[in-house]
């Protein structure tokens, strides 16, 4: 039986299945779990610390609110971070600053890349326009299609679809190892 | 190929979450926000709760229901009352009555009809 087990050693749908009968601690397990995981998403996604932290919150207590909701269809973590990508989305279109035609001050291709910014995805993502770290993020961190976050941006599917892969062209510059560096970047359409 | 791999590459990426090392905090913080929301709503239940008895209890006492109610008690008080001593009365006078036991029990029936008579009466005013 679930119950006279601790929290730690319960998987996260039953965690989930407690939470939804109001077992308050049950969740606090599972935002333990996946806090990391939800709070990192929205810095990628161009939140300050702050924010995101603030953001993760609301995510976790709306997800608590409908917990019922989740089947343990897709992983728990998944799902809370789709919740928090969504209210983040929102802010991020209240404050407009979501431009189609936004291009990031560094545009350069070529240049020096350090080794550990080849590796590292937080500085690899720093690189990007907003609007294209906000979709790669959005596709890739939250699990969304390319036409659910057209939606979630309220921008045409096809500006999305060119945030991505514009996006992913910087990305593979970035992450590849030294001597892919050189390799031809090619567009995506696997998240449509 | 490349492609994919890469893209594989980069869901595994964004799949590993960052060490924060405040994780223990963030989590009894979200902790903290759920029994404050989890406390104001039951606060919020047993006010609205409070204040709809309140809101019962007047409509009640400002109805006549209340004043009927002790009017239709009186009368059956009364009713009842006759009836006992009108049984007192036919039990002091049974041994003056030149009857014998049948007509002792036919007395008896009577007065029981008399009692099931006054609590249907009381009954029927009630409903």
Redesign the interface.
Known sequence: MAGARSPASLHDVELAALAAAGDRPAFGELVRRHGSAVRGLLRRMGAEPALADDIAQDAFLAAFERIVEFRGEGTFSAWVRKIAARLYVRRWRKESRFDPEAETADEGHGGEISAAARIDLDEALKTLSPAERMCVSLCYGAGVSHAEAAEALNAPLGTVKSHVKRGLDKLRLRLAPPEGANSEPTGSESHG | M???D??M???R???E????AD??A??R???L???R??NLRQVAIGATGLIAGLVGVTQVLGSPLLFEAGKATQRNAAALTDGVTGLVRAGENLSALPFGGEAMWLAAALGVMALAFAVTRAVEEFQ
């Open positions: 490349a492609e994919l890469f893209e590459k980069l869901d990426m964004f799949n979450p960052p060490v924060l994780g223990e963030f989590a913080m979200v902790e926000r759920l029994d929301g989890w």
